[in-house]
């Protein structure tokens, strides 16, 4: 039944169209964001990496995907 | 010989402390850490482009059984935005290490103490081993040894100037206060191999250089002559140096001369 609505969700900033009833988990896939190496918060909660497949993506989440990059 | 230099539960054989930024590729990067010979990275934290979230990463370059990670705060300019940066930081479960930097000053990129100390107190109480980037100011880093800080970085100059020391004697202030009491890192600004051998030989525990290696035209070979610096540096500061006097003193025997 859900497996097919459309939720709205801010990702990076980014206004985004997802399927409803996604965990986090499930989000990094749909995104095809490499998993291992990526840090998400999820409405301004940091998820540990054992939370990734327990959160699940409500319409109106903001979700900041992150990862590390060259800096000094 | 051991000289071994312990910043929280972490223990370093290098002093020399390297940036990831501004390196033509990541395979130059690679190297060049390699020839550096340093053991403590530092990287920063950024949103992924998920409109192509399979670039390049920059873990793939680092070998995490020879460098330990030091995730940095840059890009913060309040307090609470490097906590939060802080945060994200350590939930990648890599390293309890953050490098504090709370800026809100694009053109001199000079820290907000003010922010940094909030920060420092926030993120130590919460089990960070806070390294803080800070002025070259001794009672900013009496401040954030009592905020918690597990070393002090005061700059040389401001972030990637390539300028050296502006001035010795609030770093050196800074040693002669809390040298001994945590470790202090000069951060910022070095440019060449005599500057970090200049930062050693005054008694600072270790050197962080991004900018001057990343950017030098043959980043490797600098990496290699940061390391030295920085051995050199260190070397003489545990000789211990001559007293400077204002004349001169003969290198040769003044009896016995033949005439």
Redesign the interface.
């Known amino acids: 039944m859900s497996e097919n609505e459309i939720i709205d969700v801010t990702i990076n900033g980014q206004k985004r169209q997802v399927p409803d009833g996604m965990t986090v988990e499930g989000l990094l896939e749909f995104l095809n964001v490499k998993k291992i190496t990526a840090v998400v918060e999820h409405n301004k909660t940091v998820l540990g990496k054992d939370e990734h497949s327990t959160a699940t993506v409500k319409d109106g989440d903001t979700l900041e995907i992150v990862r590390f990059v060259g800096g000094g | 010989m051991e000289d071994k230099l312990k910043i929280g539960k972490h223990t370093f054989g290098s002093r020399l402390f390297v940036?990831?930024?501004?390196?033509p590729d990541f395979p130059t990067?690679k190297e060049a850490l390699a020839a550096s010979g340093s053991e403590l990275v530092?990287?920063?934290?950024?949103?992924?482009n998920?409109d192509n979230?399979?670039e390049e990463?920059?873990?793939d370059y680092i070998d995490k059984t020879k460098f330990t990670l030091l995730?940095?705060t840059?890009g913060c300019a309040t307090a609470e935005e490097a906590v939060?940066v802080a945060?994200?930081?350590?939930?990648?479960?890599m390293t309890d290490l953050i490098k504090l930097e709370v800026i809100n000053d694009s053109e001199t990129l000079l820290p907000d103490v003010v922010g940094t100390i909030e920060a420092a107190k926030v993120l130590a109480a919460e089990g960070f081993t806070v390294m803080a980037y800070t002025s070259s100011d001794p009672v900013v880093a009496g401040k954030l040894i009592d905020a918690g800080a597990a070393a002090v970085m005061p700059l040389a100059s401001p972030?990637?100037s390539g300028r050296g020391f502006i001035d010795f004697s609030f770093i050196q202030l800074v040693i002669k206060r809390y040298g001994g009491v945590v470790p202090i890192v000069v951060d910022a600004g070095l440019g060449v191999p005599s500057d970090a051998a200049q930062a050693m030989e005054i008694g600072a525990d270790a050197v962080?250089i991004?900018?001057a290696i990343?950017k030098a035209k043959d980043p490797v070979k600098m990496a290699l002559a940061m390391k030295l610096g920085v051995e050199a540096g260190r070397l003489a500061y545990s000789a211990g140096r001559i007293s400077r006097i204002d004349h001169a003193s003969p290198s040769s025997p003044v009896e016995g001369v033949i005439k």
């Open positions: 940036g990831t930024g501004k390196y990067m530092t990287f920063a934290v950024r949103r992924v998920i979230p399979n990463s920059l873990l995730p940095n840059a939060r945060h994200i930081a350590r939930a990648a479960g972030i990637g962080l991004n900018t990343a």
